[in-house]
């Protein structure tokens, strides 16, 4: 009976649910009257269409980080650790993206939970707070009830004076401190679990249809990534080796028109056919390193960075911690997205140090990357990371670029490496 009694009290889980709940009345009040003055004015705004567009946009971005955050704050909190229930946006306009948001059952359960099961939570939250409060002045009401103005306190119906009537309600307020309270709080606990999950959390159903889209956008990213590439190789060989095996062709042709006539001039125009000879193959050497460096399949990771830094212009700190091989596949993603954010900080970022970490976590190669140079990058902005994101979004990872101005910049990247 007693280790029943004292078992709430043990660990941190009944603090935590008091927290969780405390915290739940200012956030229920605050972000429920938000998101529901948001809905309720892009319900308003909607015959004007215009005006109702942007703040449609907004709502679903507000209650998408707010939907984040509580999801963060019940994994501290509850030990529910929840994955985002929303599918990646498959590419396409704003608009397209927008429509994503408004017809995803998902982001309406999170704006349902913040509009109403967040206040619901906030006014239960509420009452374990003053049911605690009264069984602390209950249990204490020995210690200070001589004190009062009258010296009794009075309950309304009641009049508690010193003696018999404040031990008795001491032990009722013990009672209910001990027993009551924390019962309460742990039930409690436990139902807003339940709502979590169900409103913030994936749904059986909504997370096939999620794989299923996460599959489409991979398969989606994996076909442009490849389509880029090859406009790549297409517009390095015509520009490249295309064009100095055209002017060996006619350094040739003109050095046999003057074998007989002009020897010397031949053996000049043989000479300079020489030359782009070897030009065009040093291109064509630096062309297949750049379609996967052979330096890479024959000793991995470490080698092949090693002569990638060695030709940066600025100063490059590498950790690589991968103690098993990953896939060809994804060695050479990891590769590509290390050499091009390189690229990147020695022409655009003015930096003077960069630091690459990769590790090999839970089957998943993540790379780090991290400049100290002006910031400002962007994605999207046609540097190349926006292919370097296609092709790590290929194999159902994904890429971040985080470069405020001012530096400093970022480039991280989580490559799954199981089948």
């Given at each position: 009976?007693?280790?029943?009694?004292?078992?709430?009290?043990?660990?941190?889980?009944?603090?935590?649910?008091?927290?969780?709940?405390?915290?739940?009345?200012?956030?229920?009040?605050?972000?429920?009257?938000?998101?529901?003055?948001?809905?309720?004015?892009?319900?308003?705004?909607?015959?004007?269409?215009?005006?109702?567009?942007?703040?449609?946009?907004?709502?679903?971005?507000?209650?998408?980080?707010?939907?984040?955050?509580?999801?963060?704050?019940?994994?501290?909190?509850?030990?529910?650790?929840?994955?985002?229930?929303?599918?990646?946006?498959?590419?396409?306009?704003?608009?397209?993206?927008?429509?994503?948001?408004?017809?995803?059952?998902?982001?309406?359960?999170?704006?349902?939970?913040?509009?109403?099961?967040?206040?619901?939570?906030?006014?239960?939250?509420?009452?374990?707070?003053?049911?605690?409060?009264?069984?602390?002045?209950?249990?204490?009401?020995?210690?200070?009830v001589s004190h009062l103005p009258s010296g009794s306190a009075d309950l309304?119906?009641?009049?508690?004076?010193?003696?018999?009537?404040?031990?008795?309600?001491?032990?009722?307020?013990?009672?209910?401190?001990?027993?009551?309270?924390?019962?309460?709080?742990?039930?409690?606990?436990?139902?807003?679990?339940?709502?979590?999950?169900?409103?913030?959390?994936?749904?059986?159903q909504s997370d096939l249809a999620r794989r299923v889209d996460e599959l489409e956008f991979s398969r989606?990213?994996?076909?442009?990534?490849?389509?880029?590439?090859?406009?790549?190789?297409?517009?390095?060989?015509?520009?490249?080796?295309?064009?100095?095996?055209?002017?060996?062709?006619?350094?040739?042709?003109?050095?046999?028109?003057?074998?007989?006539?002009?020897?010397?001039?031949?053996?000049?125009?043989?000479?300079?056919?020489?030359?782009?000879?070897?030009?065009?193959?040093?291109?064509?050497?630096?062309?297949?390193?750049?379609?996967?460096?052979?330096?890479?399949?024959?000793?991995?990771?470490?080698?092949?960075?090693?002569?990638?830094?060695?030709?940066?212009?600025?100063?490059?700190?590498?950790?690589?911690?991968?103690?098993?091989?990953?896939?060809?596949?994804?060695?050479?993603?990891?590769?590509?997205?290390?050499?091009?954010?390189?690229?990147?900080?020695?022409?655009?970022?003015?930096?003077?140090?960069?630091?690459?970490?990769?590790?090999?976590?839970?089957?998943?190669?993540?790379?780090?990357?991290?400049?100290?140079?002006?910031?400002?990058?962007?994605?999207?902005?046609?540097?190349?990371?926006?292919?370097?994101?296609?092709?790590?979004?290929?194999?159902?990872?994904?890429?971040?670029?985080?470069?405020?101005?001012?530096?400093?910049?970022?480039?991280?990247?989580?490559?799954?490496?199981?089948?």
């Amino acid at each position: 009976m007693i280790s029943l009694l004292i078992r709430p009290w043990r660990g941190m889980t009944l603090w935590r649910s008091l927290a969780w709940q405390a915290l739940d009345f200012p956030l229920g009040v605050v972000v429920g009257v938000c998101v529901t003055v948001l809905v309720a004015l892009s319900v308003g705004f909607a015959i004007t269409f215009v005006i109702a567009i942007p703040l449609v946009w907004f709502t679903f971005l507000v209650a998408a980080q707010l939907g984040r955050m509580e999801r963060s704050r019940a994994a501290a909190l509850l030990d529910v650790n929840l994955a985002s229930p929303h599918a990646p946006f498959t590419p396409g306009s704003w608009w397209s993206r927008l429509r994503q948001r408004v017809t995803t059952a998902s982001r309406w359960r999170e704006i349902g939970y913040l509009c109403l099961g967040l206040p619901i939570q906030g006014v239960l939250g509420a009452a374990i707070l003053v049911l605690w409060a009264a069984a602390f002045a209950l249990a204490l009401l020995p210690v200070y009830v001589s004190h009062l103005p009258s010296g009794s306190a009075d309950l309304g119906v009641f009049r508690l004076h010193s003696g018999t009537q404040a031990a008795i309600s001491a032990a009722i307020g013990i009672l209910l401190l001990v027993v009551a309270a924390p019962q309460v709080t742990l039930a409690l606990a436990a139902l807003d679990r339940r709502l979590v999950r169900w409103l913030l959390g994936p749904h059986k159903q909504s997370d096939l249809a999620r794989r299923v889209d996460e599959l489409e956008f991979s398969r989606s990213a994996a076909v442009s990534s490849a389509e880029a590439e090859r406009l790549r190789i297409e517009r390095d060989l015509h520009d490249g080796a295309q064009q100095r095996l055209v002017a060996l062709a006619m350094d040739l042709g003109r050095a046999r028109e003057r074998f007989d006539t002009e020897p010397e001039r031949a053996r000049q125009l043989v000479n300079e056919a020489h030359e782009e000879a070897k030009a065009a193959l040093s291109e064509l050497r630096n062309l297949a390193r750049g379609i996967h460096p052979a330096v890479l399949t024959d000793r991995g990771l470490d080698a092949a960075l090693s002569a990638v830094i060695t030709r940066c212009p600025v100063p490059v700190s590498l950790s690589v911690n991968v103690p098993t091989r990953p896939p060809a596949s994804v060695e050479s993603a990891a590769y590509f997205v290390v050499a091009e954010a390189l690229t990147n900080v020695a022409k655009h970022a003015g930096a003077t140090r960069v630091d690459v970490s990769i590790v090999l976590q839970n089957n998943r190669l993540v790379v780090d990357i991290r400049d100290d140079g002006v910031g400002g990058a962007d994605s999207a902005n046609g540097s190349g990371l926006s292919g370097l994101a296609d092709r790590v979004n290929a194999f159902g990872g994904w890429m971040r670029v985080l470069s405020p101005p001012g530096g400093p910049t970022s480039v991280i990247a989580e490559i799954p490496c199981g089948s």
